[in-house]
């Protein structure tokens, strides 16, 4: 996962996390002029599994053209892309899980 990519989830956890967050329109501030953008859970979901699908498919052609004996392919190019790739994955299963937990832990409260 690259700099940018990381910040941008800070970033999502961080509007995710604020105190002033509307839920399902509400709360959040009182004023109209300083009201925050929503963002869409699931599209933000869906673009988030999409990079991780791009980085696997990028590390899986970048490690094809090497084993096809590509003369522009290094093989410390196909080692970041699959560590890249791996590291991505195991966000995504971490978020999930955390999600997964989450859902549970909603799941077992009494009303």
């Given at each position: 996962?690259?700099?940018t990519n990381a ?70 190019d196909v080692m970041?892309?699959?560590?890249k790739a791996n ?25």
């Open positions: 996962m690259d700099i910040n941008s989830v800070v970033s999502l956890m961080n509007s995710v996390l604020a105190p002033t967050s509307t839920v399902g329109g509400i709360g959040g501030s009182a004023g109209g002029d300083d009201a925050k953008v929503s963002v869409d859970f699931g599209s933000v979901l869906k673009s988030s599994l999409d990079r991780v699908d791009a980085s696997q498919q990028k590390a899986e052609s970048v490690s094809r053209s090497f084993e096809m004996g590509s003369n522009d392919v290094d093989l410390h970041l892309s699959l560590q590291i991505d994955m195991q966000t995504a299963v971490q978020v999930r899980n955390k999600l997964v937990s989450a859902y549970q832990s909603i799941m077992s409260m009494s009303i």
